[in-house]
């Protein structure tokens, strides 16, 4: 599998976000700018018991809870990694 900005599981990808100083912030609302805020995407080695195969996923935290709660094959098969 390639290297993804995204995670299959979730959607997660990232956004653009607005950053603020201190010094702004105490003072008046005047933003300092936009900023891109990364999704928390981790690669991650995922055995699927009921196929027999491994496969090396990019997918963020939230999706890793996801699989730790509904399972590999039920939670891969919905977001189409496998048939």
Known sequence: MHMA???P????SSIVAGGYSNRIRATKFNPTGLRRT???LQKKKVFVPETGQTL?????TRGMK??????????LRKAG???
């Open 5 to 7: 900005k995204q995670c």
């Open 56 to 60: 090396s996923l990019t997918i963020s």
């Open 38 to 40: 990364h999704a928390n």
């Open 81 to 83: 990694l496998i048939a």
């Open 9 to 12: 599981i979730t959607g997660k």
């Open 66 to 75: 996801t699989l730790k709660k509904n399972g590999a094959y039920q939670t």
